[in-house]
């Protein structure tokens, strides 16, 4: 993966839209790419999302600590979960609390934050928007 990966670094990206992306809850239900998650939010609850994002935390924290490789998140825990949550109509405390579990758990892999800056914000989010609005939502 591109200058670490040059370096010999061990490393893995994990793409917001990786069909067995171990954080994403509901697997393919989730809503990312060409689903809207309407089947996801028939299946789930707030409150199953969050029990379950925990544990899909707990397990990748486990499995990550100590091996060696740097894994690159895309979009988590915040952009990808908190869209979701919002999406479910979780309250505020509810998000700010679950969030401050992930924290907690991630924290043990002692993460960096990354921020890609695109430049001219306005410009960019209208790109999206544009992208998004020909593709469409579909389920």
């Known amino acids: 993966m591109g200058k670490l990966g040059q370096r ?7 793409r917001e839209r ?4 171990p ?6 239900l989730h809503p990312s790419g060409n689903t809207t998650g309407a089947r ?3 299946t789930y609850t ?7 994002s925990l544990a899909r935390w707990s397990a990748f924290v486990a499995e ?9 998140l895309d979009s988590h825990p915040f952009q990808n979960s908190v869209r ?18 992930v924290e ?4 043990e892999l002692r993460p960096v934050l990354i921020y890609f800056d695109a430049g001219d914000a306005e410009r960019a989010l209208r790109a999206i928007a544009e992208h998004v609005g020909r593709r469409g939502p579909t389920t």
């Open 23 to 28: 954080l994403n809850v509901g697997r393919d």
């Open 84 to 101: 979701v949550l919002s999406q479910m109509n979780a309250d505020s405390a509810t998000i700010a609390a679950y969030q401050s579990r």
């Open 104 to 107: 907690q758990k991630a924290a």
């Open 64 to 72: 990550t600590s100590g091996s060696g490789i740097i894994h690159v």
């Open 40 to 42: 996801m939010f028939a």
């Open 18 to 21: 990786e069909p067995e992306h």
């Open 46 to 52: 707030v409150s199953s999302f969050v029990k379950e």
């Open 8 to 14: 010999g670094i061990p490393c893995r990206l994990l």
